[in-house]
């Protein structure tokens, strides 16, 4: 190992290894205040997460939909834009492959009609991705608010088409998809029995390698990265950054709306109001402690889809809302973290007598 | 539909995004984004709630969630200013975190996951329209009192002088530091009051009660462009376009979840520069290296 890729991994690793140190020490203290013991609860989330198969598949489902929105989030900052939009971007992704599923002829196999309703979510996902990144190039406005923004106009507007046209009635959710439902892991592996973990998880896969291969080994993904380090400097070698701006809000958006099959297509086989809960908004937490690499933000979505499950496993002991306040604290730790580390570490490589 | 009460109403739903969009003009004018509004209210509320229940005066609870408002917004403070962190990024994490340490102590302080007992609260009297509550006034005095602040005295334009140009301030002597520690802290106090003001008018704190108000409160600062009270003007008019969706109800003309894009629609409106362009403080948001 070079040594550059050695000081890389150092400044990439450190955040995240100091982060679950604070999360840890918060959680202790409350468990503590629960009067619970800390080992107890631990030694529970482990077991009701890693420990056996239907946790496992719980674990693996929740983190599908968490890597597609990290690998979102993570595109956009490999770009230099913060992409909050992820959670309206999951919705309309998984709206649209729930309307195509609904509308396509129940005869169309899954051959065909899978991937058809894939197109669909990312068709919905780009196009509410590609409107703020539009907005910022042509106009210059800042991508963070207008995503934040379109996260309600977009779940608002989704919320009237259910409601005023597609609903099930006394319900919050669509008829079930005729065609293009994903199979489960159970169907394959029997231990999975029960849990929603599907072959989405596959398709998460494939995109996290896509996405790598796109950052590190494509033209394009190197416009986008210098863009992202040096806009000016990335105009002046002759690129066109608002293009690569562009380009990146709108891949970062189909990206989060595939996240939307694994719910509509692989779970419940309809789309439902607030069926997102949070993910996008998660997804940003993903690509934070992943470091923004593929790998780093598969390995992110295991370990707060961890956490999430194990809220479910502790919380005849301890309030399950205690993963809710490590989540926020695991966040606020990285990104205090990360400036700190790095100089603190270029500190140390600097030669004594310079 | 009796003007009255329209006007009253607005008011009343006005109020906590009057005291949040102040906070949000202020720490944002010193150059740091506040996107976690909405947790500073929803600690606000809670921390409130606390205080009246515990001490059975809503005087204590208002000190109550100053104080909740007081510690988030140092957080938010540390984290951006002594460490540097991305601003939305904190933003963000404060905003999940408020959510996650009122849903915790709520199930450890109440043993519910939904809503705490009833706690006392002001006013009430129904011929005073709701003016007998003092936070309804410290809520229509937030925003004129901040923009004399801001603009009629030494340290509003310290503030202003380091959300602009911080280099020009540090060579004049200015602490920039401690100007945007003070303005957060300020931010942090201001918002909480508007979770304060909620809580005690629904006399007890339920889940995530502020539901999405910091976010509207911060498309009031930028509708706003920054200013206290165009910001406070902002506040008035989504107010009223709520009060008219819910006096409209049942009357279904226009949907009303298209009522409720109206604040979001105008705020990506105002900052894509169709009528007027909307630009924010010069140092906003870079606190990093």
Redesign the interface.
């Known amino acids: 190992m070079s040594s550059r890729t050695r000081e890389q991994l150092e400044e990439a690793l450190f955040p995240p290894l100091v982060a679950l140190l604070v999360a840890l020490i918060c959680g202790d203290l409350l468990i503590m205040s629960y009067g619970q013991s800390p080992a107890t609860v631990y030694r529970l989330l482990l077991e009701g997460t890693w420990g056996n198969a239907y946790g496992f598949g719980q674990v693996l489902y929740k983190a599908t939909t968490l890597t597609f929105t990290g690998l979102a989030v993570s595109l956009g900052i490999r770009a230099g834009l913060f992409n909050v939009g992820a959670e309206s971007q999951l919705a309309a992704g998984g709206f649209l492959a729930g309307v195509v599923g609904l509308g396509l002829s129940p005869a169309v196999p899954g051959l065909i009609a899978v991937p058809l309703c894939l197109i669909a979510a990312a068709l919905g996902g780009g196009a509410v991705g590609a409107l703020p990144g539009w907005l910022k190039v042509r106009f210059g406005a800042h991508e963070v608010i207008v995503t934040i923004m379109l996260n309600f106009i977009v779940l608002a507007l989704l919320n009237w088409i259910v409601a005023a046209h597609l609903h099930v009635p006394e319900t919050l959710h669509t008829p079930e998809i005729r065609t293009g439902s994903v199979p489960r892991l159970e169907s394959v592996i029997s231990a999975f029995h029960g849990s929603a973990a599907n072959f989405t998880i596959l398709i998460a896969l494939t995109t996290a390698a896509f996405v790598w291969f796109y950052l590190f080994r494509s033209r394009r993904g190197f416009e986008l990265r210098a863009v992202g380090l040096q806009p000016d400097a990335a105009e002046y070698g002759g690129v066109s950054v608002g293009g690569v701006w562009f380009r990146a809000m709108t891949v970062s958006g189909m990206i989060a709306g595939l996240g939307g099959v694994n719910y509509v297509l692989g779970y419940k086989h309809y789309y439902e109001e607030g069926f997102a809960g949070g993910s996008g908004f998660l997804g940003i937490a993903v690509a934070l402690v992943g470091r923004n690499h593929p790998v780093g933000v598969v390995l992110a979505a295991l370990f707060f889809a961890t956490l999430s499950q194990g809220g479910l496993a502790i919380h005849a002991f301890v309030p399950k809302q205690m993963v809710e306040v490590l989540q926020g604290v695991v966040i606020l730790a990285v990104a205090m973290s990360v400036p700190e580390v790095r100089a603190v570490l270029r500190r140390a490589r600097k030669p004594v007598a310079a | 539909m009796n003007p009255i009460s329209f006007l009253t109403q607005t008011l009343r739903i006005a109020i906590p995004y009057l005291f949040a969009a102040s906070g949000g003009v202020i720490a944002e004018r010193s150059g740091i ?1 506040s ?1 976690e509004l909405e947790g500073l209210m929803l600690t606000g509320a809670f921390s409130a709630t606390l205080g009246t229940h515990y001490s059975g005066s809503p005087w204590i609870g208002v000190l109550a969630g100053i104080g909740g408002g007081l510690i988030f917004g140092l ?1 938010h403070a540390v ?1 951006t200013i002594r ?4 601003q ?3 933003g ?3 905003n ?6 009122t ?2 102590f ?3 302080a109440f043993a519910s ?1 939904s809503n705490s007992p009833r706690v006392a609260g002001f006013g009430g009297n129904a011929a005073a329209h709701g003016f007998d509550n003092p936070l309804v006034w410290m809520g229509l005095l937030a925003a004129p009192v901040l923009a004399f602040f801001l603009y009629r005295t030494p340290f509003g334009l310290r503030v202003r002088a380091v959300g602009e140009h911080p280099d020009a301030a540090a060579s004049v002597g200015v602490s920039v530091e401690k100007v945007r520690y003070i303005a957060v802290a300020v931010s942090g106090m201001l918002a909480a009051l508007g979770g304060v003001f909620l809580a005690l008018d629904q006399h007890q704190f339920t889940d995530q009660m502020t539901s ?1 108000r910091g ?1 509207i409160a ?2 009031a600062v ?1 509708f706003g462009r920054w200013d206290p009270m165009k910001a406070a003007l902002a506040c008035l008019f989504f107010a009223a376009a709520e009060t008219l969706q819910i006096q409209l109800q049942g009357n279904q003309l226009i ?1 009303s ?2 009522i ?2 109206i604040p ?2 105008l ?2 409106i105002a ?3 169709v009528v007027g ?1 909307a630009i ?1 403080p010069a140092a906003l948001g870079k606190t ?2």
């Open positions: 984004i996107l957080i984290a460490y540097r962190a991305d939305v990024v904190v963000i994490a404060i999940l975190l408020a959510i996650g340490v849903r915790f709520l199930k450890l996951s999405g976010f911060i498309a930028i949907p979840q298209f409720e894009m979001y629609a705020t990506i900052l894509a520069g362009r924010p990093g290296e």
